[in-house]
């Protein structure tokens, strides 16, 4: 399924965008870049990469400085063992920032990245200068308890080490069940 702007879905970035990668907080992050203006760092969800963004990547571009990182553990970042609490990727975005020479920045949040884009306001508000999160809760604020609890949001019943275990070395068994049979299909993200 493809066009000559889309590739099984995914928009292109424009051609002006550069790929670097930074190295920050003991990890090395992808990131996508370009444009000028005031900066805007969109952080994808659980299952993608910074790729999702480029869409509205090309609507922003004339006038923003796009940054699209692909977050620790993810895409085209590295993997380290540990670090992957949200406070220790929001130190990731900032690093990223930081080499980028950016002093502050909005935040465009999907998914998990919601979850990174509160930990980088949090802990770094003087560096954000709007914040929009796209559809998911964050853990603790609003009906959290209630969230978790709703049989249709099956997926938070997962954790603790046995996930994991459970896992270990059939990662492609499992990812397959759960965008096969569980995934809306292409057009739904």
């Known amino acids: 399924m493809s066009d000559n702007n889309h590739v099984d879905g995914i928009c292109p970035f424009p051609a002006v965008m550069q790929t670097r990668t930074v190295e920050t907080n003991g990890t090395s992050i992808h990131v996508r870049v370009g444009g000028h203006g005031p900066a ?3 952080l994808h969800g659980f299952g993608t990469t910074g790729d999702m963004w480029g869409h509205l990547a090309s609507a922003l571009i004339e006038d923003h400085m796009v940054v699209a990182p692909d977050l620790r553990g993810l895409g085209l970042s590295s993997k380290p063992d540990g670090g992957y609490d949200k406070k220790n990727q929001a130190a990731d975005v900032v690093g990223v920032l930081d080499a980028l020479g950016v002093r502050t920045a909005e935040l465009v949040t999907h998914d998990i990245g919601i979850m990174v884009g509160f ?8 560096r954000v200068s709007r914040w929009v999160a796209i559809d998911a809760p964050l853990p603790g604020v609003g009906p959290w ?8 949001m099956w997926h938070f019943g997962f954790g ?3 996930m994991e275990r459970l896992v ?3 990662e492609r068994i499992y990812l397959d069940r759960f965008w096969n049979e569980t995934f809306p299909g292409p057009e739904a993200v």
């Open 40 to 42: 805007v760092v969109m």
């Open 119 to 126: 930990a980088v306001a949090a802990t770094h508000p003087e």
């Open 145 to 152: 308890d209630q969230i978790t609890q709703d049989p249709a």
């Open 160 to 162: 603790g080490q046995d």
């Open 168 to 170: 270990a070395g059939r």
